[in-house]
């Protein structure tokens, strides 16, 4: 069976400090790999995802950067984190050319302080 | 624009009550239509996908309808428990295998004993 993991669950950082969220996906080969932010109180925001090893789409320019070095690895980054990154951090999967449904992880909880 | 809007933003109902959320959309041309439960803390997990040409859908106590011409949908939750409080999203996905679904913002739902 399929399984996805994250970490951390949680972390706390300064303002200014690098970030660095991992995500790892078992169980399937090839997957679409997304990152999510969920403020508090509102909806999924869509980061980036990829459909193959070193493709990434951006979908909101901001200070994050994300990188798939491994087939079912997906790393998310910052150099100099503000404020407003704070939020819950979701990491999914799914498998075909779209229309299917996404797997999510367990996420991480990020307060920048 | 593509859009997803759910109603109410917030519920709270009594144990054993049954209840209904709302969703509508405005993305075109559709794919299909998903509702995702999401527990405090934790990732979203599906509970129904719609197609086009389905009315209707069940998922233990929960009902989704999904009418494509006014492009609205529905769930319904029978004899909710406590175990329901959670936030209740709808997806809808663009026809035309785009990675990108639309996500509306949720319904936050407390079921009190």
């Known amino acids: 069976s399929q399984t996805i993991h994250q970490w951390p669950a949680t972390l706390v950082q300064p303002v200014g400090s690098p970030l660095s969220l991992e995500c790892t996906v078992e169980?399937?080969?090839?997957?679409?790999l997304y990152w999510y932010r969920q403020a508090a109180g509102r909806g999924l925001q869509l980061l980036f995802y990829?459909?193959?090893?070193?493709?990434i789409s951006s979908e909101v320019p901001q200070n994050l950067s994300a990188s798939r070095p491994q087939d079912r690895q997906f790393i998310l980054s910052s150099k100099k984190l503000l404020l407003s990154d704070s939020g819950f951090y979701l990491c999914?999967?799914?498998?075909?050319?779209?229309?299917?449904?996404?797997?999510f992880g367990p996420g991480t909880r990020l307060l920048v302080l | 624009k593509n859009q997803v809007e759910q109603s109410p933003q917030s519920l709270i109902i009594l144990e054993g009550k049954n209840c209904t959320l709302q969703?509508?959309?405005?993305?075109?041309?559709?794919?299909?239509l998903r509702w995702y439960k999401q527990d405090t803390g934790r990732g979203p997990v599906s509970l129904t996908i719609?197609?086009?040409?389905?009315n209707t859908k069940s998922n233990g106590r929960y009902t989704a309808t999904l009418d494509a011409d006014t492009k609205q949908s529905s769930l319904h939750i029978t004899a909710s428990q406590l175990s329901d409080s959670a936030s209740y999203i709808c997806?809808?996905?663009?026809?035309?295998?785009?990675?990108?679904?639309?996500f509306g913002r949720g319904t936050s739902l407390i079921v009190h004993p």
């Open positions: 969703c509508n959309y405005t993305v075109s041309p559709f794919s299909n």
């Open positions: 169980g399937t080969s090839n997957p679409n």
């Open positions: 990829s459909v193959g090893i070193g493709q």
């Open positions: 719609m197609t086009f040409s389905e």
């Open positions: 999914a999967w799914s498998v075909g050319q779209g229309g299917e449904t996404q797997y």
């Open positions: 997806v809808v996905r663009k026809a035309g295998g785009s990675y990108i679904p639309t």
